[in-house]
């Protein structure tokens, strides 16, 4: 087990359905303190490369500020600044969307 005692920054480079998986345990509003979560954006399945800044602070437990569930905040979600935009639009993701056959899947992506 890995215990965090002070503040650090970790990266997590994973297959996007673990960092979709992730991202929606974290959007547990029961569990957590959430800021820019947004359900529709959150839940579909996302570009390859694509990436994710998701900041997490421990509860308080000082009790100073009243809150004691930990703070997740989503500063991004599916970011593809970084792929050209030629590429965006011959993907895989886009042709399914644009594709008669297969376009009521749409909703699903991210795109």
């Not at 215990?3 to 297959?15: G, M, N, Q, R």
């Amino acid at each position: 087990m890995y215990a965090v005692d002070k503040d650090e920054t970790i990266l997590i480079v994973s297959h996007g359905a673990c960092i979709r998986f992730l991202s929606e345990a974290f959007a547990n509003k029961e569990a957590f303190d959430i800021e820019n979560w947004d359900d529709d954006f959150g839940i579909k399945v996302m570009r390859n490369t694509s990436c994710h800044l998701i900041r997490i602070t421990k509860a308080n437990t000082t009790g100073g500020d009243n809150s004691t569930k930990a703070k997740v905040k989503f500063d991004e979600l599916h970011n593809c600044s970084h792929i050209p935009q030629h590429m965006l639009e011959n993907d895989s993701l886009t042709r399914m969307v644009n594709n008669p056959e297969t376009a009521c899947l749409s909703g699903c992506f991210q795109v």
